[in-house]
């Protein structure tokens, strides 16, 4: 009993003095490891993901130039898994870009759909385009939160393609953080790795360009940002992408509920 007791003590007091690369991972570890990958580059960072939580983390593909996430995370050669929120209102050029990269890189994406009860509801108390006349919150909530939740609530890590330049509310953003909004595997802390964090667009784009990826044809059209058909239109070349999400809305509330307090360390 004494000698299982004090086993226990030394490998307690051996974990926490071992470099947290040969220790079981730990929350604790996040802004140290945060810290060592803030200047590496995205296809590292993924490895780190994918060798630290395996089939426990996924890639979330929106279908715009977030594909570099699934570019990356091939080169790894490293098993992966990416899921996409399918909110039934998405333009039909996404749908391709689905069945493109799905193709390219002969993987199945995991389809998250809303709750069609939840959707029945919303549409016929308040019609198709509520979020038009009262604030995208709600239909986000359904069509996009909701799904997200289900699909976290069965990992321990998921792999972003939220950038700092994308938004003055993530110009703090670390490459990996534990998510302070959404929880993972049976309620248990969940860790978002953001490994397009430090990159900009253009970045984004030559990697795009140099690889051959698929990408969304509505970039072709002016589109930087691509959300759901009615709430995304194409800017002008000088102005910042955000100006094409909800553009009825104060730029202070364009945020889907996906992304909130990215910026903010774990
Ligand atoms: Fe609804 Fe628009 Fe949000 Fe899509 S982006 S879920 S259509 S409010």
Redesign the pocket.
Same mark, same amino acid.
């Given at each position: 009993m004494i000698k299982t007791a004090r086993r226990v003590v030394f490998k307690t007091l051996c974990d926490q003095f071992k470099p947290c690369h040969l220790r079981a991972f730990s929350t604790n570890d996040v802004p140290i490891i945060a810290k060592q990958l803030d200047a590496a580059d995205p296809q590292t960072i993924i490895k780190k993901a994918l060798e630290t939580f395996g089939s426990d983390c996924a890639i979330s593909f929106s279908g715009a130039e977030d594909v570099v996430l699934i570019e990356h995370a091939s080169k790894t050669g490293l098993p992966f898994r990416v899921f996409s929120l399918d909110?039934g209102?998405l333009h039909p050029q996404t749908y391709k870009l689905f069945d493109d990269v799905e193709n390219h890189y002969k993987i199945r994406i995991e389809y998250m759909f809303p709750d069609s009860a939840e959707v029945e509801q919303l549409v016929r108390k308040k019609g198709m385009f509520s979020?038009y006349e009262d604030g995208?919150?709600?239909?986000?909530g359904? $069509?996009?939160v909701g799904p997200l939740k289900r699909q976290l609530g069965t990992l321990k890590a998921w792999i972003t393609g939220v950038r700092k330049d994308q938004s003055e509310t993530r110009v703090a953003l670390p490459v990996v953080q534990v998510d302070e909004v959404f929880k993972g595997k049976d309620g248990g802390p969940l860790i978002k790795w953001n490994p397009l964090s430090n990159q900009t667009s253009s970045d984004v784009w030559k990697t795009i360009t140099d690889s051959g990826v698929p990408f969304n044809s509505l970039h072709q059209d002016g589109f930087i940002s691509i959300?759901?058909?009615?709430?995304?239109r194409p800017v002008l070349p000088t102005q910042h992408e955000r100006l094409g $999400?909800?553009w009825w809305e104060d730029a202070s509330k364009k945020e889907?509920g996906l992304h909130a307090k990215a910026e903010k360390i774990a």
């Open positions: 909110t209102r979020f995208h919150k709600e239909c986000c359904v $069509r996009k959300g759901c058909q009615p709430c995304t $999400r909800w889907c």
